[in-house]
């Protein structure tokens, strides 16, 4: 594990973070890690009693974590979000764009207009709305690191998969044109692509499935197994930190050695 000067791991004292779909999964895990590890955080999710009581979850640890109820797929709650975040933490220095959803695994052209459009609002369209804010605020603060929770899913393909594939592909090339387009004002772009982690959207994913196409999801991996949010947390830490300091346009791939 890489240590800094001080000798902490992926060092984030201090740091003013802001996590979308921060109420489950890997959102909750980062929350509550960054924030064990000094960081200051603000979580948006629209579960509103998870995320509150990820929030306490935090506070009854005496670290620094508040919640506010958020649609990343409307652009006034996204920046009600940011300005919110602004005022509570003091600037942004991280935003972590997490929030996504999955849809029920079926061939391309079974899928509806309603499934389609739905992903691609949420992990797409909301993505967008919070690296446009995230933008915004950055600028006044002398830069900062904009973290996109993507997918293996948006590096090759996903059979029956295909809207959630479309826009997590769409996340990466917001990722990569961001991060050219504002390297020289000291904001960066880096995106996670995580394979098939165990949180609940994977599980609610795997439930839509038979016993078989289960044990393929599993076994996908050279190393046999689902991921665990903590691994990807860790990870996230890490880009979180200033040892991350010269990564920009990045897929962070975290996959057990899937696409190896």
């Known amino acids: 594990m890489t240590l800094n000067t001080n000798g902490i791991a992926s060092d984030v004292t201090g740091k003013r973070i802001l996590i979308t779909g921060g109420a489950s999964g890997i959102g909750a895990a980062s929350a509550l890690l960054l924030a064990s590890r000094g960081a200051k955080v603000v979580i948006g999710d629209l579960a509103e009693d998870m995320g509150a009581g990820v929030a306490q979850q935090g506070q009854d640890a005496g670290n620094s974590i508040v919640f506010k109820k958020v649609d990343v797929t409307s652009g006034d709650e996204v920046r009600a979000l940011f300005a919110f975040a602004m005022e509570t933490l003091g600037g942004l220095d991280v935003v972590i764009n997490n929030a996504g959803i999955d ?3 079926v061939p391309m052209h079974e899928l509806s207009d309603e499934e ?3 992903n691609i609002a949420v992990n797409l369209k909301g993505v967008w709305h919070c690296m446009r804010a995230a933008v915004a605020c950055m600028a006044t603060n002398g830069g900062g690191h904009v973290i996109n929770v993507a997918s293996i899913a948006g590096l090759r393909s996903a059979p029956l998969l295909s ?4 826009a997590k592909h769409g996340v990466m090339g917001l990722t990569k044109s961001a991060a050219h387009e ?13 394979s098939f ?5 994977v599980r609610n994913t795997m439930a839509n499935m038979d016993e078989r196409a289960q044990q393929a999801t599993i076994k996908a991996s050279p190393m046999r197994r689902l991921g665990e949010v903590d691994e990807v947390s860790g990870a996230i830490a890490w880009l979180a930190s200033d040892e991350s300091s010269f990564m920009n346009g990045h897929a962070f791939t975290l996959d057990g050695g899937m696409l190896a």
């Open 103 to 105: 849809h029920k695994p």
């Open 163 to 166: 809207a959630y594939s479309a």
């Open 116 to 118: 389609f459009d739905r």
């Open 197 to 201: 982690i165990d949180t609940p959207m």
């Open 182 to 194: 504002y390297a020289r004002v000291n904001i960066r772009f880096n995106a996670v692509c995580p």
